[in-house]
Structures are given as C-alpha cells and as structure tokens.
C-alpha cells in the first residue's frame, strides 16, 4: 500500500464533489450530522483552524471494485466514473458541499434527531470586529430563509430573497467559493467599504483554506481498507466486514453480466433474516456472524482441495473474510441458512428457546459451520450426542468468551471428525480444554455468565415441572408460562435470616419458575409458601415433593427451612448435571469451614424482579 499527503483548497474539494470526481463507496453509511456540529464545522473555516485530514482511495485497484455513489447533495449525472472514493471525512465533506454550493440548503437534524432543512448565514458586521466574534457570526436559519415564531404565524427574520440577506446584513454561506456570483451579490451591498472589507478579511482568507489528505494509491487491499476504518474513522462508525463485502459484491463484473443487474448483499441478508424470523433464538444473529460461518466452510474447502505442502489455512479472522468472493457466498449461503435453522432445534433440544438464555451467541458460529460440514449425519444418536458434549463443554468450561477465531478453526477441524469417529478418535480441543469446578457455583449469580445460563438450561431439561402447574417447561409452555429464574429462598427471607449474599445470589439458590408461581412465593420462608403453594394448586404434600426434586430440590430441607442443608444438598446435585453434560467430572474444592471464593468480586445484582 503506498500513499501521498498533499494539501488541496477546500475549494477544490468542492469541485471534486459536486462533478463527481470524489465519491462515496457504496458501503458508507448515510449522512447525520446535526445542526450545530455544521455549524461550529463553518466557524472552523473561517477561524483558519484545522477540520481534521481527510482520507481518499484512488480508484482502478483490481483487487478493490467498490461500487461508487455521489457525495449525498451533490448531482451529477448517473455512472460517472470516480477518480477517488472517500474513506473518511464523509460527514465533514457532505456537510461543507450541501452548506457553501447549490442553493446552501442541508438535510440535517436538531439534537433530538427530528430531521430539518437548514442554511447557513456570515453576520458581516459582527464577522468584522474579529476572531472573537466569529462564532456568533455564523447563523442557522430555516431552509426557506424564513423565522417564524408562534407557531410560524409570525416572521421574525426573512432572508429568502438576495436583496434581503443584504438588507439583513447576512452573507450566504453557499457563496463563500461562488467566484463572480460572490462579487454580484457583494456589489449590490449599499455600505461598498464594509462589503470590501468582509470581502478582504473573511472571503479571501476563506478562499485559501486547506486541509490535508491521505491518498491511497492502486495497490491499497480491502484488508488494508479494513484497518483503515478500524484506525481513523472520525466522527463516524467503523464499518464492518459485512458493509466492506457489500460494496465488493455489488462491483462483481461478472455477477453483473450473467444477471444484467449489480448483487445486493444486504438484499440477500434480509431474505435470510426473514427466513430467521420463525427462530426466536436466532434474532440477535449478525450479519458477521453469519459471514464468519461461511468463511470457515469456504477457506475449509479450499485447505482441503489444495495439493501445496502449505495448504491455505481454514480462518474465520477479518482479512480473510474480506476475501471472500461472491462465487464463495453464493456456494454456501443457502447451506449455512439450513444450517443456522438447525442450530434452533438443536438449541431447543436442550431447552435454549429465546436469546437472553443463549449462553454464548458466537458459539453459534461453529456449531452451524459443525452442521454444514457434516450434514445429516449431525443428526445421528451418537454423533449428535458427541456435538452436545463439545456444547456444553464450550459454555460450562466458560471459552468462548473473548475472541474466538481460533477455537472456531479447531472446532471445525475436530468436532466433525471426532462425532462420527470411535473411541480411537482425538478428541476436541475444546471438550479437552474444558474444566468447571464445585466453587464456581457459588459465584455464578447472573445471567451475564454463560455458566449460569447453561446450568438454567440444564435443571429445565432435567424435567423441571413447574410448582403450580407441575407443566414441564418445554418450548410452548416456557412461553406461556412466562418462565424465568428466580430464588428458592425468597430474597427476603435471605436477609432476615442473615443469609450470606455469595450463597443467596448464587445458582444453586435460584430456578426457573413461572411467574405465577413466583408471585405466590414471594418473600415467605419456604415451610409457609409450600403451604400455599399446595392449596392454591389444590395438590397433596407428595406431589408437591416431586415437583420440587424435578428441580434438584430436596423436599425435606425445603419444609424445615433449612437453607444450609438445602444449599449442600442442591450444589451437588447441580455438580452431578454438569458432569453428566461435560462427560467429565467435576472436582469438588469447596471447604465448608469457610468460603472459597470472595464474594465481592462477584455481582450482587439479583435475576428476580
């Protein structure tokens, strides 16, 4: 990547914008500077003061065939070819073309975000009596020049006309480079000395305003663009891989001559967020997400067709998903689709049914690469039960909670394989790599953990009946029961009884029940609210029992309200559903005598209402 630094007059900017000749990759998302940041952008010019660098990619680069669009404000005729494309300093630019040519008008917005059209105004008596008086020289005012107020049924100021700027004393900014439409406007002003003045000591110094670029040359690659974006966006968002793509994809020639017509990425992202919608689980799914999982499938066939001693490498990491090709997304969108919906009833199977119990979204990725590699064979007894495993080993062993690029190479590389493999068969990296321990109970207290949304998971589809209704919570009444997490000893019950907060707040003091049953506990101790619980749901003391052990719950402690027997008892029974899940056992480290973990590193924030 090569690049130049020159200075060019903001002038010529503007020429460069409004013929065309600097343009926008289709990627850039659209104009929304506000009112009063145009404003204070227009007293930096004329305060000579610096507006920051901008960034321009000269076009022509073979590898990069971003589709180009007008800066917005600008008209110029429809495939007129770009000379640069704008990478940062779009809002900046934008705002300074719509401002100073044309008819001056910009669609901006107030500080609320309510959309209005504005235009821009020089007070030139007070512009002359120096830089200090600057700022409050420079005027908004409505787009058709005209104040109003009591609810625009008096005018206030009216500079809709050239001879009113003038005879209001306001020069129009969209005037500032105009050339011989400047002299006109300023020849016509009565006070010729004043008009002379302002022309020498604000429009001149104006006229020589530079700021500084950043070309990058032909030989610039999307990944290079990339971290450009990551580094020195100012003033905007960095974009994402998925925008960067949809402008690669929309330049694809070949795509275009087959189908006469450009391809919209994000077109094809909502026809797959569509297909989503019956998936609840699968709503906060991005459009990353989703390209990351089709990278690792593409870059696997190509590591596996490949006969060089140093086959290119299966990645999910952000250079290479900028080399996708739209032949690579076209090959496995529909496959990945497929896939993604079976990560939904696999989810399901293990009692996952909406978003905010999803313990890891991104794991999510990889489980829908796992499936698409292996297709039907996924839905086998054994291998499915194997994919389960490496599962709950990723969640309970808590890894993929940071970046994650490279467990996701190695869990495509592995998992397929050791799924319909024998006993013989390495086992995966992450089912390897996965430990829970005894004391990590105690300190799980949100659902922020994924630990704790998986052990929520697992008491569900242990055959967690609900108390009231003894339904058992599977997809259809998880929904209308309203199901959530809540305590076995009340909160309140808890604080009487000086309960400590690690044990209070902790998984093994909570369980998922529904609301109705909730609002029947409330802050009771548990000997009076089983009482309730029995009449209300008009059931004898032994079916109460067994509700209750569907929930790893010991009756007898419960009644006694004995909340140091309960919390043994219950924390051992959670260890035995995490073994049983992780296919490994968990060491028990937690000395009676005293606590293992100090709870002030942990949240007190409760998951009850």
Same mark, same amino acid.
């Given at each position: 990547m090569g690049f130049q630094t020159p200075l060019y007059e903001l002038g010529e900017y503007l020429k460069w914008t409004t013929s065309g000749k600097i343009q926008l990759p289709d990627f850039q998302r659209s104009y929304k500077w506000e009112d009063e940041r145009i404003r204070q952008l227009l007293v930096t010019i004329l305060r000579g003061h610096p507006l920051g660098v901008v960034m321009l990619l000269k076009t022509g680069n073979e590898q990069i065939r971003f589709k180009p669009r007008p800066i917005e404000g600008a008209i110029i005729e429809p495939g007129t070819p770009a000379d640069s494309l704008l990478l940062d300093g779009q809002q900046r630019l934008t705002s300074l073309t719509q401002a100073l040519t044309g008819d001056g008008v910009v669609n901006t917005m107030d500080g609320r975000g309510k959309k209005m059209m504005r235009r821009y105004y020089i007070d030139i008596e007070l512009a002359l009596q120096g830089d200090d008086r600057i700022d409050e020289a420079v005027l908004s005012v409505p787009g058709d020049g005209i104040e109003r107020?009591?609810? *625009?049924?008096?005018?206030?100021?009216?500079?809709?006309?050239?001879?009113?700027?003038?005879?209001? *004393?306001?020069?129009?900014?969209?005037?500032?480079y105009g050339g011989a439409e400047t002299v006109t406007w300023l020849f016509a002003v009565d006070d010729k000395e004043q008009a002379s003045q302002f022309h020498a000591n604000v429009i001149q110094p104006a006229n020589t305003y530079n700021i500084p670029a950043i070309e990058l040359d032909e030989s610039t690659s999307k990944s290079a663009v990339a971290t450009v974006f990551e580094k020195v966006n100012t003033g905007g968002l960095a974009l994402n891989v998925f925008e960067l793509l949809t402008a690669t994809f929309a330049g694809d020639k070949e795509y275009f001559e087959k189908h006469g017509t450009d391809f919209r990425l994000n077109d094809d992202w909502k026809e797959t967020q569509i297909q989503f919608s019956a998936y609840p689980v699968l709503?906060?799914?991005?459009?990353?997400?989703?390209?990351?999982?089709?990278?690792?499938?593409?870059?696997?066939?190509r590591n596996l067709a490949s006969n060089d001693p140093r086959p290119p490498a299966i990645s999910a990491k952000r250079e290479d998903v900028l080399k996708l090709s739209l032949d690579d997304y076209l090959e496995w969108v529909e496959p990945l689709r497929e896939a993604f919906k079976w990560t939904s009833i696999f989810l399901a199977e293990r009692h996952i049914f909406e978003t905010r119990f999803l313990p890891y979204p991104k794991q999510l990725v990889p489980l829908a690469a796992i499936r698409a590699i292996m297709g039907k064979d996924a839905d086998l007894v054994g291998p499915r039960g194997k994919i389960g495993r490496w599962f709950w080993c990723g969640i309970l062993g808590e890894l993929y909670g940071g970046a994650s690029e490279t467990r996701y190479v190695r869990d495509i590389e592995q998992v397929p394989v050791w799924a319909v493999g024998d006993a013989s068969t390495a086992t995966p990296n992450t089912v390897n790599d996965a430990t829970f321990v005894e004391s990590r109970l105690h300190s799980l207290r949100t659902r922020q953990a994924a630990a704790y949304k998986g052990i929520y998971s697992l008491i569900v589809g242990n055959g967690a009946r609900d108390w009231m209704e003894g339904q058992e919570f599977d997809k259809v009444e998880y929904v209308n029961l309203a199901v959530d997490v809540h305590h076995i000893f009340p909160q309140k019950w808890c604080e009487t009884n000086t309960i400590d907060d690690e044990r209070r707040e902790s998984i093994i003091n909570k369980t998922p029940l529904s609301a109705r049953t909730n609002r029947t506990i409330g802050g009771a101790a548990p000997s009076s609210y089983v009482e309730v619980l029995e009449k209300r749901a008009q059931i004898e003391s032994a079916l109460l029992d067994d509700l209750l052990t569907t929930h790893c719950v010991t009756p007898t402690y419960l009644r006694a309200n004995n909340f140091d027997d309960f919390f043994i008892s219950r924390r051992e029974q959670l260890c035995l559903l995490v073994e049983g899940a992780m296919g490994k056992s968990v060491p028990r480290d937690v000395d009676e005598g005293s606590s293992q973990e100090d709870s002030s590193q942990f949240e007190n924030q409760s998951d009850d209402n």
């Open positions: 107020t009591n609810f *625009g049924r008096e005018i206030v100021r009216d500079v809709s006309t050239a001879d009113k700027e003038r005879e209001a *004393g306001l020069f129009p900014f969209r005037l500032l709503a906060e799914l991005e459009n990353t997400d989703f390209l990351q999982a089709l990278t690792l499938l593409a870059t696997r066939k």
